[in-house]
């Protein structure tokens, strides 16, 4: 059964950080390109960053770009998004996913909260 698991989400002022994971199980993740992405009320889903299989590759959304740090560590199953210098447009949950694993599955997110 596969399973993602975000977490590490909460509430942080502008300018602080925070460091998402998102743990996965039920597939054989190094064989995945993986995504972060994230939703915020009444917007549309957003892409927030990818990283290849070996982590050898990374890109990121234009609005998260120089802020934002994704990374994996297959050992674990485990993929991690660091978030610096967030700003209250980060606010949003955000979910992971591996987008050419089919049946396509999210996980529940892990909500961010920017606010002073």
């Known amino acids: 059964q596969v399973q993602l698991v975000e977490s590490g989400g909460g509430l942080v002022h502008p300018g602080g950080s925070l460091t998402l994971s998102c743990v996965t199980s039920?597939?054989?993740?190094?064989?995945?390109?993986m995504s972060w992405y994230r939703q915020a009320p009444g917007k549309e889903r957003e892409l927030v960053a990818g990283?290849?299989?070996?982590?050898?590759?990374?890109n990121y959304g234009n609005s998260v770009k120089g802020r934002f740090t994704v990374s994996r560590d297959n050992a674990k199953n485990t993929m991690y998004l660091q978030m610096n210098s967030l700003k209250p447009e980060d606010t949003a949950t955000y979910l992971c996913?591996?987008?050419?694993?089919?049946?396509?599955?999210w996980g529940q997110g892990t909500q961010v909260t920017v606010s002073s």
């Open positions: 039920g597939f054989t993740f190094r064989n995945y390109f």
């Open positions: 990283i290849s299989r070996d982590g050898s590759s990374v």
């Open positions: 996913r591996a987008p050419t694993l089919l049946p396509d599955h």
